[in-house]
């Protein structure tokens, strides 16, 4: 008798340490979500340039976070830079894109440019550079925004531009976003333009994360 009542006692200890384990993996917080990689390619717009503070691509973390989305941000942009214009380093995009892009990209953002107006054979320069971030990272999202008309560019004609990038985009299956006809930078926005008339201000670092972040944070799969 007083063995089966030892082997009852040690089944039932077994039966409640068992219940403890179950209870506390049942309370243990989930592990945290990979941070979803993003690679920039831009050009002054994306680099902060003549801006005091940071860039948009650093204020944007903050906003994703505020989002419930965890972000990692690479920013390869360079002043000056475009699909054919070479920028302060002597890269173009397609340079940009050959050194920061690769397969675990989960979405990839090609801003600009405006220092392309003018230049020969930008469709053509188009259509290789996202074909390229294609061929680098096949499975990332790839969100292509046109160039912002600015108040001190008024004359400047980026239509052709924005449609040739449109097609491209289309081409390879990416998102498009035309800041001419969401009006970037015009109207009221225009206080956010720093006083060279080009480049985004203090304020306008934050207005541009939040056009950015607006954008991109519906194409981050949870």
Excluded: K
């Excluded at 994306?46 to 994703?64: E, I, K, M, N």
């Excluded at 333009?193 to 201000?201: I, K, L, R």
């Amino acid at each position: 008798m007083t063995r089966v009542l030892a082997a009852a006692a040690a089944a039932a200890a077994v039966v409640l340490v068992g219940g403890c384990a179950s209870r506390a993996a049942a309370t243990r917080p989930p592990p945290a979500a990979a941070a979803t990689r993003l690679v920039v390619i831009g050009d002054s717009l994306s680099t902060g340039f003549a801006t005091p503070g940071d860039p948009w691509t650093r204020q944007a973390r903050s906003l994703f976070t505020a989002r419930g989305q965890h972000v990692q941000i690479t920013n390869a942009s360079e002043n000056g830079a475009g699909y054919v214009a070479p920028g302060d380093n002597g890269n173009v995009f397609l340079d940009l894109v050959n050194r920061a892009v690769v397969a675990q990209a989960q979405i990839v953002v090609v801003f600009g440019s405006d220092n392309d107006a003018g230049q020969p054979d930008v469709a053509p320069a188009m259509a290789q550079t996202l074909q390229r971030v294609r061929d680098l990272a096949p499975a990332a999202t790839l969100l292509v925004v046109g160039a912002p008309s600015v108040p001190a560019d008024p004359g400047v004609d980026l239509t052709g531009i924005r449609d040739a990038l449109a097609t491209a985009t289309a081409h390879v299956g990416g998102h498009f976003l035309d800041p001419l006809s969401l009006g970037w930078f015009q109207g009221p926005a225009s206080q956010f333009v720093a006083d060279d008339g080009e480049h985004p201000n203090t304020d306008g670092e934050q207005y541009l994360a939040q056009q950015m972040v607006d954008a991109v944070g519906p194409l981050i799969v949870r």
